[in-house]
């Protein structure tokens, strides 16, 4: 979609509405785009960079004063756009490195870390995200940021700095040369603790990264 399709209004491009649709809409876009899976081997770069600068939208938002819809209730978008091919895409470009451990909330004390996947992140992100360009092509751009503030603190804030944290420890094993542990046979589905999460560690090719970074293999 072109920047004329989107700001069809002629906004001010210093607008901040306009700054932070711009920054999510070239997200979506973006990761759509990996999603085809065209260059398997560049995934996880271009995703570490999409995350880091939808992080920024995020901050913006986060700090920004609290954004009040012009209606009380919400309008009726009707179906969500379906994910579950963009997340089976993603599953596949990501193995074996899909299934990495989370710890939700870093203020609850001893807070056992759970195993989630980036493919399932990126889909719940990219759901948000819409959820408010649909309100923000409609029109309704105080009801699109007041969605995407407020989706930022409940859902997709802590769920795309987990990714970015998985995806950022990934490019490091690589660059550090250092074996990246795999987490052979955890799945989302169980619960596990520490101990059971170091015990599932394996050896992961993390050469498979390192091709489209320009590093040397790692051994």
């Known amino acids: 979609m072109s920047d004329a399709t989107l700001h069809a209004t002629h906004q ?3 607008d901040f509405a306009v700054q932070i649709a711009d920054q999510i809409e ?6 759509t785009e990996v999603a085809k899976g065209d260059e398997p081997d560049s995934a996880v770069p271009f995703l570490l960079l999409e995350f880091s600068q939808l992080m920024l939208a995020g901050g913006r938002l986060g700090a920004h004063e609290d954004i009040l819809p012009d209606e009380r209730y919400e309008p009726d978008l009707g179906p969500e756009p379906d994910v579950d ?3 089976e895409r993603f599953a ?5 490195i899909d299934v990495y451990s989370e710890v939700f909330d870093p203020y609850e004390p001893r807070k056992a870390p759970v ?9 719940g992100v990219i759901t948000d995200l819409r959820h408010g360009m649909a309100h923000y092509r409609a029109g309704r751009t105080t009801e699109a940021l007041w969605w995407w503030q407020f989706s930022y603190f409940s859902n997709w804030g802590s769920t795309a700095s987990a990714t970015l944290r ?3 420890s990934l490019v490091a094993h690589v660059r550090l040369d ?3 542990p795999a987490l052979d ?5 169980q619960d596990l603790g520490e101990d059971a999460l170091a015990e599932e560690a394996g050896q992961v090719m993390a050469e498979e990264i390192a091709g489209p970074l320009g590093l040397r293999t790692v051994r």
């Open 85 to 87: 091919e963009l997340r």
């Open 92 to 96: 596949v470009i990501l193995e074996p």
């Open 185 to 189: 046979g955890l799945d989302t589905d």
């Open 12 to 14: 001010d491009p210093d």
């Open 178 to 180: 250092q074996p990246l």
């Open 166 to 168: 998985a995806l950022q």
């Open 115 to 123: 195993a989630a996947r980036i493919s399932d992140d990126i889909a």
């Open 26 to 31: 070239s997200f979506i876009v973006a990761v």
